[in-house]
Each structure stands twice: as structure tokens, then as C-alpha cells.
Nanobody, 121 residues
Framework: QVQLVESGGGLVQPGGSLRLSCAAS????????MGWYRQAPGKERELVAA???????NYADSVKGRFTISRDNAKKTVYLQMNSLKPEDTAVYYC???????????????WGQGTLVTVSS
């Protein structure tokens, strides 16, 4: 079994900052892409940011310049630093990873349980 456990969500005022963390655990041989998605009430889940094992990053236009994704491969952990938060950033944030399990014959897509970020005064 492979698990992704997120932490760091909460309530923050507009203009504030939060840092999300997501740690992978289990019988993992390798992790390819790790990313963060979010889903606001009544909306579809969307990609926020992603990072490859080599450090290449991709961001949604709505968060460029405000959010930074990073990862620690040794700790199997991905981070999302969120600055200058806006009310429209309010959503449940989900961690996602492409994982090769020990003894597997293919990549597996794994999701975390989600962490709520609320931006409000």
C-alpha cells in the first residue's frame, strides 16, 4: 500500500501565507511526478502545480508568482508554499503522485485525502 498524507491547511486572511506538505509512505521504489490539485465548491478539480523528480515545475496561470512547489526526494515529500492568498484560492487541496511500487509492473497514480484551505477575513 502507498499513502499520501497532507498537512498544513487551515484558515488564513487574504494576503496571508500557508505551506502545505504531503508525505508519501509505503512500499515505494520510485516517485515520478508529484503535484497539488484543488477543488472549490461547485467546481471541478484543477491542477495547481506539479514537479518532476528532476525538479521541473508547472503551475496554473492563476497561481504563478504566488505559489511555489518543491520536493524533497529523500523524504518522499512535496511542498506547496502559498503566498498572497486570495479568497478564490479557497478549496480542498489534494496531493497527487505517480508512484512505482516495489514489485510492480506499472506506475500507479495515488491521491491524498485532501486538506482544506480557507482564505477569508
Amino acid at each position: 500500500q502507498v499513502q499520501l498524507v497532507e498537512s498544513g491547511g487551515g484558515l488564513v486572511q487574504p494576503g496571508g501565507s500557508l505551506r502545505l506538505s504531503c508525505a508519501a509512505s509505503g512500499s515505494i521504489f520510485s516517485i515520478n511526478i508529484m503535484g497539488w490539485y484543488r477543488q472549490a465548491p461547485g467546481k471541478e478539480r484543477e491542477l495547481v502545480a506539479a514537479i518532476t523528480s528532476g525538479g521541473s515545475t508547472n503551475y496554473a496561470d492563476s497561481v504563478k508568482g504566488r505559489f511555489t512547489i518543491s520536493r524533497d526526494n529523500a523524504k518522499k515529500t512535496v511542498y506547496l508554499q502559498m503566498n498572497s492568498l486570495k479568497p478564490e484560492d479557497t478549496a480542498v487541496y489534494y496531493c497527487n503522485a505517480e508512484v512505482w511500487r516495489l514489485g510492480a509492473d506499472r506506475w500507479l497514480e495515488v491521491w491524498g485525502q485532501g486538506t482544506l484551505v480557507t482564505v477569508s477575513s
